[in-house]
């Protein structure tokens, strides 16, 4: 659980799905919606102005009976959103994961947006480290792992 969230940036791939904050919430959830993604970034030029989600559309466009081809993305998309840095490990992102109830983190180093870790993928390198560490263990107790 060491693994920094550089080092799964690195195995995730480089693919960064980022919208304008000069879009309309209609345009943002086709953008989503084109990508099979959950969320987007928002960006206001180079730098990060929030972050848009599938739970935003829910409770601040649809339950508040908005069009969301008129109402602008950053008047319902989180605002303050919390990032962390590239040496950060996995752990850690679990940490505030668990904590914050959140579940995405942008990953930012020297104002420079990197990517993006989700639970998901938090998710998926853990399990993909169990099943390693089991399969290691499975060869060891047969004999198969030389020593």
Same mark, same amino acid.
């Given at each position: 659980?060491n693994?920094?969230?550089?080092?799964?940036?690195?195995?995730?791939?480089?693919?960064?799905?980022?919208?304008?904050?000069?879009?309309?919430v209609?345009d943002?959830?086709?953008?989503m919606s084109?990508?099979?993604i959950?969320?987007?970034?928002?960006?206001?030029?180079?730098k990060l102005a929030?972050i848009?989600?599938e739970?935003?559309?829910l409770? $601040?466009v #649809? %339950?508040?009976?908005?069009d969301?081809?008129?109402?602008?993305i950053?008047?319902?998309? +989180? @605002?303050?959103?919390? =990032?962390?840095?590239?040496?950060?490990?996995?752990?850690?992102?679990?940490?505030?994961?668990?904590?914050?109830?959140?579940?995405?983190?942008?990953?930012?180093?020297?104002?420079?947006?990197?990517?993006?870790i989700?639970?998901?993928?938090?998710? $998926?390198? #853990? %399990?993909?480290a169990?099943?390693a560490?089991?399969?290691?263990?499975?060869?060891?107790? +047969? @004999?198969?792992?030389? =020593?």
């Amino acid at each position: 659980m060491n693994t920094t969230l550089s080092a799964l940036l690195q195995s995730k791939g480089s693919a960064l799905h980022t919208v304008p904050s000069s879009l309309t919430v209609s345009d943002a959830v086709k953008e989503m919606s084109r990508h099979k993604i959950g969320s987007v970034l928002v960006m206001n030029g180079e730098k990060l102005a929030g972050i848009f989600t599938e739970r935003d559309v829910l409770t $601040r466009v #649809v %339950a508040e009976n908005l069009d969301p081809r008129t109402t602008p993305i950053t008047k319902v998309m +989180s @605002g303050s959103v919390l =990032t962390v840095g590239p040496e950060m490990t996995v752990q850690q992102a679990m940490d505030i994961f668990t904590e914050k109830r959140c579940r995405h983190l942008p990953v930012i180093q020297g104002g420079r947006l990197l990517g993006l870790i989700s639970i998901g993928d938090v998710s $998926r390198w #853990v %399990a993909n480290a169990h099943r390693a560490e089991a399969e290691s263990l499975r060869q060891y107790i +047969s @004999g198969d792992l030389s =020593t």
